[in-house]
Nanobody, 130 residues
């Protein structure tokens, strides 16, 4: 049974930084494309960033490019999201996700669509104050 657990959320001041972590258990993270999504109150779930199995392809939503960095450490079965220059518009619940069932190749571009990911973490709240 593959499980994902996020950590690292919290309350930060605008302009500050936060690092989110997602640990995979019950499986081998290097076998999965993974991603981060977020959902703010009253809004639909939004793609933030994704990373393929090799770590070499990392698409981002335009609003976070240059500020957020997605990375993975397959030896630790972990996924990370480094968030810099945070602003109040980044406030949301952040979820990590894994494509466990899919058959993506090692170097292929990961999906930006939530339906492609079949395993999800519980979410971690990120709140950015003005």
């Amino acid at each position: 049974q593959v499980q994902l657990v996020e950590s690292g959320g919290g309350l930060v001041q605008a302009g500050g930084s936060l690092r989110l972590s997602c640990t995979v258990s019950g499986g081998t993270a290097s076998n999965y494309a993974m991603g981060w999504f977020r959902q703010a109150p009253g809004k639909e779930r939004e793609f933030v960033a994704a990373i393929n199995r090799s770590g070499g392809r990392t698409p981002y939503v335009d609003s976070v490019k240059g500020r957020f960095t997605i990375s993975r450490d397959n030896a630790k079965n972990a996924l990370y999201l480094q968030m810099n220059s945070l602003n109040p518009e980044d406030t949301a619940v952040y979820y990590c996700a894994a494509d466990v069932v899919g058959r993506a190749w090692y170097y292929s571009t990961p999906s930006k669509s939530s339906w492609e990911y079949d395993h999800w973490g519980q979410g971690t709240q990120v709140t950015v104050s003005s």
